[in-house]
């Protein structure tokens, strides 16, 4: 089982473009997250997948879209990129009988 | 008041002395408490979750919950150079998984910890 995993590794935008972040689970998890986190802010929920075929907001979704393609993939969308959104991301799952949950190995993206 | 706070660190032990790492949360109904670490350049992973007051012991690490002074602590007994990351406390509100949080962490900001030799 490879767990959760995230591509790219590392991403350079300039401000304006776009890009997709995917994530790929293997564990048969229901419930899937995306993170972002910046030095001294711990982690922050951007979106959440309860289900496959359900998303909902987190604490900060303004600047990003999300889908849950299948039950696998959760990825997340920058439409037009800007500098503040320059962190590291995560993106979790979790199986709804539990409530650990596993994250993936992050994403770092630098917006110029 | 942030729903989650730790102190701020960075904290910083000999190798063998025992890391006391707190955290407060603001939301009473909070149920479910977790401690992750993260090694630099790392993702989180989970070292332990606590449901109920009092004390839950795992190998060198042990938390305790106190509900009605809503804070949570992770001990790390004889501490060593490898316990040397960043800790992260996390509160679910609502304890079913089942429920309407959905598993959603909130996480305090973290604490450096250095176990120097």
Redesign the interface.
Known sequence: NAGVTQTPKFQVLKTGQSMTLQCAQDMNHN?M?WYRQDP??????IY?S?SEGTT?K??VPNGYNVSRLNKREFSLRLESAAPSQTSVY?CAS?Q??????F????TRLTVL | QKEVEQNSGPLSVPEGAIASLNCTYSDRVSQSFFWYRQYSGKSPELIMSIYSNGDKEDGRFTAQLNKASQYVSLLIRDSQPSDSATYLCAVIPIFNAGGTSYGKLTFGQGTILTVHP
């Open positions: 419930s997250y001294g802010m711990g982690l922050r929920l959440y309860a909902d987190g604490e995560f979790r709804t009988s539990d409530n650990e949950q994250f993936g190995p992050g």
